[in-house]
């Protein structure tokens, strides 16, 4: 494991001025978005429901004021209000998710929605036509409910349903579509949806969920990444990885050894439960399943409560991946905290408590965001050395609002410069092979459980006028300027 030392990381040199460097030539400059959090038309037009239909129609305050995404954005019928936003600011690059029930309604290729096909295929078209590069992800939580009812992510099954979609995708627009994601965050559903159960299906399963579907996932990332490479790669050309979230972690202690062995332990139960297999050796990291196995046995059980990979299945997994694709947001400060508990949990297995240094600055409507740009130099560095220099690509990074959202967010845009300049830092100081970066989001959406409260866009979006216009925070006209300079100027540096 890379070393959690800031001493590793080199200073920047004397003079050096972040507005005097480009960006590398061809970084994709981009923003992202999720289908349920920006789409809505929820039962629109053929589709099916989903997991977050289900769970937001459920009520019981699970969700901020019971809000839904059932309009969110409006974005199903409102794309051509999206691309004018996408154009005003300039993108290189956008990323979007396909809505799996409203192309497949129950999960599978039995019956296909042809204007759930249209309408991504006018998103590819338009995108291309304007010189933009999609970037598409398959999967962003929003299982087919039809698919859960039958055990979801829980059920080994879902791994051969999981690849079918991705070869349906594939054949219907990987003509077009260069640039994959399988699936986005799964330590974040694993954890949250199948342990915690405060994100949709909603299952409360501690200890056993979180690493049972993270299992599952893990495999269903694998065998589409093989199906794209031995059936279309050679026709398409495109590349194909997964979205992995993942704080930094420094020792609350930096002298004390306990405190250092946590921050190991809290990154392979972060990050590297997912990057160790797929990009390094096929398995779980080694401290990982040294934890589960020791804590599953002090609690009773007769084997690991972490499923075991065959060497079959090992071998499936191992190099599955063309780039990685990183979401970031902030960074935590860790202590060793010894499980005494006989409950199980993935928290308790990995005997590491995340402190919130509240000397940092908290993005606003965010309690969790801790806004620490440094964290994601030292991210980056700690993916170059610990997975052989792969291409990155940061597929999300933004800072929240809350609501109501100044439209001179000049505060925030302090952030992303911040973390601009930390990203430079990255490629000209430490030799990062960053290849692109994501604003999370292109639109003010529906945030999952904080429901319309907290605002990531970089446009406004006025939830309460039926006509859901987008209007640019100052933000985006900064990430615009930026953009058409590759690079950041004089006048984004001095606000």
Request: negative net charge; hydrophobic residues 35%.
């Amino acid at each position: 494991m890379a070393s959690a030392d800031p001493a590793s990381f080199a200073p920047a040199p004397f003079g050096w001025h972040p507005e005097d460097i480009s960006f590398p030539s061809g970084f994709a400059w981009g923003a992202a978005t999720a289908a349920y959090q920006v789409e809505g038309g929820w039962n629109a037009d053929g589709k099916g429901p989903n997991v977050w239909d289900t769970f937001t129609h459920q009520g019981g305050d699970r969700v901020f004021k019971n809000q839904t995404g059932d309009v969110a954005c409006g974005s199903y019928t409102l794309w051509e209000e999206d691309l004018k936003c996408i154009k005003q600011l300039g993108l290189t690059h956008y990323r979007f998710s396909l809505s799996w029930s409203r192309l497949l309604p129950d999960g599978t290729t039995g019956f296909i929605n042809q204007k759930g096909v249209d309408y991504y295929d006018k998103i590819i078209d338009d995108l291309l036509a304007n010189g933009i590069v999609p970037m598409v992800t398959l999967y962003h939580f929003d299982l087919p409910q039809h698919l859960e009812d039958q055990g979801g992510w829980s059920s080994d099954a879902i791994t051969e349903v999981f690849d079918n979609y991705a070869q349906f995708c594939f054949r219907t627009f990987g003509d077009r579509v260069k640039l994959w994601v399988t699936i986005n965050e799964p330590y974040v559903l694993a954890k949250d949806g199948y342990e915690k159960g405060i994100v949709a299906p909603g299952i409360m399963e501690p200890g056993i969920g979180a690493y049972r579907t993270a299992h599952n996932m893990i495999k269903a990332h694998a065998k589409a990444w093989h199906s794209y490479d031995l059936l279309y790669r050679k026709k398409q050309y495109g590349l194909v990885s997964i979205a992995l979230n993942s704080d930094w972690a420094e020792p609350l202690d930096p002298t004390c050894l306990a405190d250092q062995e946590a921050t190991k332990r809290y990154m392979a139960f972060c990050l590297d439960w997912f990057a160790e297999p797929i990009f390094i050796s096929g398995d779980y990291p080694a401290i990982m399943k040294s934890q589960i196995s020791v804590m599953s046995t002090k609690q009773g059980y007769l084997s690991s409560r972490l499923p075991e990979l065959t060497e079959e299945e090992k071998m499936m997994i191992k190099g599955t991946a063309d780039f990685f694709a990183l979401n970031y947001y902030t960074t935590r400060k860790v202590k060793h905290q010894e499980n005494t508990h006989s409950e199980p949990s993935v928290s308790r297995d990995r005997e590491a408590e995340q402190i919130m240094d509240h000397s940092w600055p908290f993005a606003a409507g965010s309690s969790w965001l801790a806004v620490v740009p440094w964290g994601l130099r030292r991210l980056l560095k700690y993916i170059k050395d610990t997975y052989n220099n792969p291409i990155i690509y940061i597929t999300e990074n933004g800072f929240s609002q809350g609501d109501p959202a100044p439209l001179d967010d000049t505060q925030r845009w302090k952030y992303f410069r911040l973390t601009l300049q930390e990203i430079l830092k990255a490629i000209s100081l430490d030799d990062v092979h960053l290849k692109g970066y994501f604003v999370w989001s292109l639109l003010d959406n529906f945030e999952w459980t904080c429901g319309y409260s907290c605002r990531f866009g970089l446009f406004h979006v006025d939830f309460e006028n039926p006509a859901l216009p987008r209007v640019p925070y100052r933000s985006a006209i900064e990430y615009a300027k930026v953009i058409s300079n590759n690079g950041l100027t004089k006048s984004t540096e001095e606000l």
